[in-house]
């Protein structure tokens, strides 16, 4: 019986003595795989490093690197995803400012900087960047109803308008500002009106005309043949006038839209000078004006279909002439600027209100001092059009009651 108990006591010693071994190698391998997952943690290895099918843990260590690649794959999705929104963010036009709770700004697009002039909007209040009281209003109304905010206002120093929607963000108690420049839509609209009311007006001249004109004639006047031929001759300048306008409308419209292509050719910025001056000269003589030319000995060639550009330089100098009283002069003049030539027209005449400047190459706007002369209106924005399809720009100087000089550059011919 002794022996019995002395061989159970001897087995089960041998059973405790094999399971406390295989406890330690196994609290032993945990122990280096926790440390193994903890150095992942801090990125000190690898997750493709992180070994698995560990003896005695492969459940756990296949669970968590599956863990760990199914993160690691999150990550990268939502790595890519934050760089498509910073792409979108950087080159978007409209401004982006997101700010904490207590209104310190954590995030500004370039566009958000570009619109207030700040070059670094990051870690500064929303009052430092936005400096305006009706925005700054708006911002703090948003932060006390937690309700999404609209205003539009107008800059007069900066001739801009912008727009701010202001957003809460319910979690976190801050809020994204969304800024918005309107000043080129509002330019636009204002434009557009202009244009209607304008050409309204230019029609209603006319029309009006025509209509006393065939009244005057149904009363009786066509029994006066004097009186009669007189009549109709005034009839047909007013048609004239209004065929005009339209033709113009028509080939405004029609280089506009890109259907008037134009034949570039090399040619000789003097050849188009000589010739747009020939045919204006006798208007300046009329109008008892000298018509000066000027322009060095060589020239470079430009790419450039001579009847538009002539048209142009015709345009310019009508004009010059137009607006220049008797005794005044008009100079055409041409110069070298880089890869272009510059082209000028420069009167002695009443100039244009600095106002009036921006707005002279737009359709039928005409200045107060013009208003009352011949013309559709029509000219510069037929010029601007023209000049801008060669490749070139067009502008004017002036300064009221000293005259004014238009410039336009086309572009040397490379070849």
Not at 9 to 37: F, H, K, N, P
Not at 66 to 91: W, Y
Not at 257 to 280: D, F, H, N, W, Y
Request: proline share 4%.
């Amino acid at each position: 019986m002794i022996y019995v108990l002395l061989a159970f006591l001897l087995a089960t010693l041998s059973v405790l003595g094999w399971a406390i071994w295989q406890y330690t190698g196994l609290r032993r391998r945990l122990e280096a795989y926790i440390q193994a997952l903890h150095s992942t943690a801090r990125d000190e290895i690898s997750i493709t490093d992180l070994s698995h099918d560990q003896k005695g843990l492969e459940d756990l260590s296949n669970a968590v690197k599956s863990l760990f690649v199914a993160q690691q794959a999150q990550t990268a999705a939502m790595d890519t995803e934050r760089e498509k929104l910073a792409t979108v963010l950087e080159t978007m036009t409209d401004g982006v400012l997101i700010a904490d709770v207590d209104g310190r700004i954590h995030f500004a697009n370039p566009a958000a900087g570009k619109l207030f002039e700040c070059e670094t909007a990051t870690g500064r209040t929303v009052a430092e960047v936005v400096r305006h009281h009706q925005l700054i209003e708006a911002w703090q109304k948003c932060r006390q109803t937690s309700e999404a905010q609209d205003e539009t206002i107008e800059l007069p120093t900066r001739r801009q308008f912008l727009r701010l929607v202001v957003v809460p963000d319910r979690h976190t108690g801050g809020s994204l500002l969304l800024v918005q420049d309107l000043t080129r839509l509002r330019r636009l609209e204002t434009v557009r009106r202009d244009f209607i009311s304008n050409l309204s007006h230019e029609l209603r001249t006319p029309l009006a005309s025509l209509k006393a004109l065939t009244e005057t004639l149904q009363e009786g006047a066509l029994d006066d043949p004097p009186a009669a031929r007189h009549f109709l001759e005034r009839i047909e300048t007013e048609v004239d006038a209004l065929s005009q306008m339209v033709a113009e409308l028509l080939e405004l419209s029609r280089i506009e839209s890109g259907q008037v292509p134009l034949s570039l050719r090399k040619i000789t910025p003097v050849k188009l000078i000589q010739s747009a001056s020939e045919r204006m000269r006798a208007q300046a003589e009329r109008a008892g004006l000298t018509l000066a030319v000027e322009y060095p000995a060589s020239l470079p060639k430009v790419q450039a279909d001579l009847p538009r550009l002539e048209q142009v330089l015709v345009n310019l100098i009508h004009n010059a002439i137009k607006f220049t009283r008797p005794g005044g002069k008009v100079r055409l003049s041409a110069e070298v600027e880089g890869d272009f030539v510059r082209f000028a027209v420069q009167d002695t005449g009443s100039g244009i209100p600095a106002d009036d400047l921006p707005r002279i190459f737009e359709r039928f706007y005409k200045a107060d001092g013009a208003r009352s002369g011949s013309g559709t209106g029509l000219g510069l924005s037929i010029s601007r059009h023209l000049v801008e399809a060669h490749g070139g720009r067009i502008w004017t100087e002036s300064v009221e009651g000293k005259g004014s000089t238009f410039y336009f550059t086309i572009p040397t011919s490379q070849k």
